[in-house]
């Protein structure tokens, strides 16, 4: 599906609204950019964490960490800051990619300095000077261009941790799940063989990415070839699906009856 249409990024400056598309080509690219660099600062096998709302960068983060064996640590933007902080210390997180909606929270657990997070990388420019997923991008493509393969090449352990995910607790602290690429990969394939899912697809990202059906569905699109687009906001649904002509979505009960 190289030349298949893989996201849909919406950028809009007041009411000026322009559409970027990113191919299954370029998504290809630009992991292999950001895997680069990511092993070539250290983070080879370390893990890294991913905060913020459903959006192009989150999946992008998310699926270099997967191919490159760096163990991906989805996290709930809407935890409470000592929550977010203790999952953090939890995790042994050595890098983040945060949005910089979040970005007062990400300082204040930098200052207090008790995660093991050396690395910070924001979604977006921000005013703290602090390296976006942009700029990371661009240096790891010069290392590539250069020669160094050894994220293109990395051949992960199927059966090695490759997410650890936070289960909102129903007692005391959430649970920390360990996931292998196998167990999502095994998801994937399951759905493959029973849904009716097309290239010519456009699916809109509702689910949150940082709960594993979000994020699994994510990938089950990918292996179909399908576009994606991310939503501006529940109350934009309606909005959305004519916007985009979304022929798909994955959703929950609650998600449906508001719609209906």
Request: charged share 25%; with cysteine.
């Amino acid at each position: 599906y190289e030349n298949n249409i893989a996201f849909v990024v919406k950028h809009q400056e007041g009411k000026n609204k322009t559409y970027e598309n990113i191919t299954y080509k370029e998504f290809l690219e630009q992991i292999n950019s950001l895997g680069t660099k990511l092993y070539d600062i250290g983070l080879k096998n370390k893990r890294i964490a991913i905060l913020g709302r459903n959006r192009y960068e989150w999946v992008l983060g998310h699926v270099t960490n997967l191919l490159g064996g760096m163990v991906s640590i989805p996290l709930d933007k809407d935890l409470q800051l000592e929550e977010l902080e203790n999952s953090l210390i939890r995790s042994k997180a050595e890098c983040i990619v945060f949005d910089p909606k979040l970005m007062d929270a990400i300082q204040e657990i930098k200052k207090n300095g008790k995660t093991e997070l050396k690395h910070f990388i924001c979604m977006d420019k921000n005013e703290q000077g602090i390296e976006t997923v942009e700029e990371v991008l661009n240096t790891g493509k010069v290392i590539l261009e250069k020669g160094n393969t050894e994220y293109v090449d990395a051949d992960p352990d199927e059966n090695e941790m490759g997410i650890l995910l936070f289960t909102s607790g129903t007692t005391s602290q959430s649970k920390a799940v360990m996931l292998t690429s196998r167990n999502v990969a095994s998801n994937i394939y399951a759905m493959l063989c029973v849904e009716d899912i097309r290239e010519t697809d456009t699916n809109i990202a509702f689910l949150p990415f940082h709960h594993i059906f979000g994020s699994t569905c994510m990938l089950v699109m990918l292996a179909c070839g399908v576009k994606t687009v991310f939503p501006d906001g529940l109350k934009y649904i309606k909005q959305n699906l004519k916007e985009y002509k979304v022929t798909i979505f994955v959703g929950v009960p609650l998600l449906v009856e508001s719609i209906y």
